[in-house]
T-cell receptor
Framework: SQQGEEDPQALSIQEGENATMNCSYKTSINNLQWYRQNSGRGLVHLIL?????REKHSGRLRVTLDTSKKSSSLLITASRAADTASYFC?????????FGAGTRLTVKP | NAGVMQNPRHLVRRRGQEARLRCSPM?????VYWYRQLPEEGLKFMVYLQKENIIDESGMPKERFSAEFPKEGPSILRIQQVVRGDSAAYFC?????????????FGSGTRLTVV
C-alpha cells in the first residue's frame, strides 16, 4: 500500500519539549507531505519534502526523508499548547495522495 | 482567492435518503480529491477527479456512491440510500494541473450524520 503509517499513534508531552513523529510507507513516491488537523476541522498543509530531498525546515518544524528506508520524521521543536492536534503524513505519487491514520499530539501547558 | 469550499458543513439524513456533498476547488485548480474520515481515524482516499473525468475511484464503494466533476460547477459526491455507517466527515482537496508540488488544499469538510 502506498499509504503512510504514523508512529506513535498518540504522543503527550509538556510545553517546551520537542515532539517527534514518524511515518513509514511502502511504495515509490514523488513527495511526502505532513498535515495538521485540529479537532473537528479540515487539514492544514504544513510542509512538503520531495523524494530527492533529505531534510527540510519551516519555522519550528523539521522534516527528514529517508527513501532507502521509506520513512520520514516530523520534529516540532519548543512545542506549545497550541500545537495540540493530529498530524498526518501523506505520500504522493503522480497526483495520487494517500494518508496514514495520524499521530495525536497533546501538549500540556 | 477563496480556498476550497465545501457545503454544507453539516448534513443530517435519514436512512434511505440521498446525500449530496459539494466541493468547489480553489481557483485555477483542476484536480479534486475526496476523502472520508471516521472518528479518531485518518483520511481514506475515495476518488480523484479532473474536469469531466474520473481518474481513480478505487477507494469508493461500488454501490450507492458516485462522484462527478462537471465542466462547470462544483464537484459532487453523491451517496444514495444512506446507511448509519456512512456517517463520517467527508473532505475534499484540490490541486493545480501541475499536481501537488506545493501540497494539496483542503476544504473544511462536510459532516454527514445518518439517523
Amino acid at each position: 500500500s502506498q499509504q503512510g503509517e504514523e508512529d506513535p499513534q498518540a504522543l503527550s508531552i509538556q510545553e517546551g519539549e520537542n515532539a517527534t513523529m514518524n511515518c513509514s510507507y511502502k511504495t515509490s513516491i514523488n513527495n511526502l507531505q505532513w498535515y495538521r488537523q485540529n479537532s473537528g476541522r479540515g487539514l492544514v498543509h504544513l510542509i512538503l519534502i520531495r523524494s530527492n530531498e533529505r531534510e527540510k525546515h519551516s519555522g519550528r518544524l523539521r522534516v527528514t526523508l529517508d527513501t532507502s528506508k521509506k520513512s520520514s520524521s516530523l520534529l516540532i521543536t519548543a512545542s506549545r499548547a497550541a500545537d495540540t492536534a493530529s498530524y498526518f503524513c501523506a505520500t504522493a505519487l503522480n497526483n495520487d495522495m494517500r494518508f496514514g491514520a495520524g499521530t495525536r499530539l497533546t501538549v500540556k501547558p | 482567492n477563496a480556498g476550497v469550499m465545501q457545503n454544507p458543513r453539516h448534513l443530517v439524513r435519514r436512512r434511505g435518503q440521498e446525500a449530496r456533498l459539494r466541493c468547489s476547488p480553489m481557483k485555477g485548480h483542476s484536480h479534486v480529491y475526496w476523502y472520508r474520515q471516521l472518528p479518531e481515524e485518518g483520511l481514506k482516499f475515495m476518488v480523484y477527479l479532473q474536469k469531466e473525468n474520473i481518474i481513480d475511484e478505487s477507494g469508493m464503494p461500488k454501490e450507492r456512491f458516485s462522484a462527478e466533476f462537471p465542466k462547470e460547477g462544483p464537484s459532487i459526491l453523491r451517496i444514495q440510500q444512506v446507511v448509519r455507517g456512512d456517517s463520517a466527515a467527508y473532505f475534499c482537496a484540490s490541486s493545480p494541473p501541475s499536481g501537488g508540488s506545493y501540497g494539496y488544499t483542503f476544504g473544511s469538510g462536510t459532516r454527514l450524520t445518518v439517523v
